[in-house]
């Protein structure tokens, strides 16, 4: 029953998403709730719900890993270096491209709101949820699931990097504000919401028997297909909640329009470096998506920890992410490999 359900909202993922949108720009009063910490008692923890969603997704992400694929791989890692290089260096590329562009706007901070929320996007590891649109598109999954994996498991030593790299670029304090941001990621965001999750989802995939580790995987994945959709809804809630209320047309305009640009630069370096490497077809999508899909979720949750009374930060956030699954799903088509004679 859970496989059905898994393959059901799968392949309904895309109108679920939407609908998430929908749901926060029309009832955002019990997102709004949920992106706020709940105290458990008698004991002093506190449920923040936003980071426990996003570690659901990434364990179920790390539980489905092909590891035994993953020795092919390591034996020939060219794209996956090549991936992780390019990780670090398209934010450097495209960031002070746009924050160019951006300093010719009438916005007083030349603005940097909406260009701290774009650093926070691409500082992010690549999205787990590349790995599906890589399957779409019978792409290189081995490659797609190391870069992952490595852009994960690194994350808490560059995202920092790549913060205060490019904070200087920004003003009106939130240089300062992207600062502190990074010390959060350095100090534990990075390793309890994204690296330990994963890596617990990694090792139960490794240790455990195929029929306990199927059972599992079958009770999770459509918990957390579910989960994040959650998070969608309750990210969206934060950023859509106020449109009706106090709607900013302008703000939503220039937030559509940095993330679009933001999303197309990626996708283009990314496309035009597998064809420099001369990728056959499967890896140089799987290079290209990776490229422009990063884990804007997690970047919506650093957002909510470290910037609460800036909730309209999070609209060139979720831009993001509707555009790269946009951009993906037509990469995936056009970067097919062609099928083999007789099949």
Known sequence: MHTRAASWLRHRLGRAVVLSYALALILPAPGLWLRRPHPLPPSHLTLHTAPLLLSLVLFSAGLQVPVRALGTLLRHPKALLAGLVLHLVIPLAVVPFVAFLLRRTPDTDGGSGLLAAMILVVAMPVAAGATVWTDKGEGDQPTMV????????????????????????????????????????QGGFALTAVVLPCAAGLLGALVLPARRLGRLVTTVAPSAMAGSLVLTYVNASGALGSVLTRPRPLLFAAALSVAALVCLLSFVLGRVAAHLLRLEAATASSLTLACGMNNSSASAVLITASLPDKPHLLLPVLAYGLLQKTAANRIVTRLRPAPTPGT
């Not at 790549?162 to 304090?173: C, Q, W």
């Open 146 to 185: 190391g870069l992952v994996l490595a852009s994960t498991l690194l994350s808490p030593l560059t995202t920092p990097v790549l913060l205060a790299t490019l904070a200087p670029l920004l003003s009106g304090g939130y240089a300062h504000t992207l600062a502190a941001t990074g010390r959060l990621a």
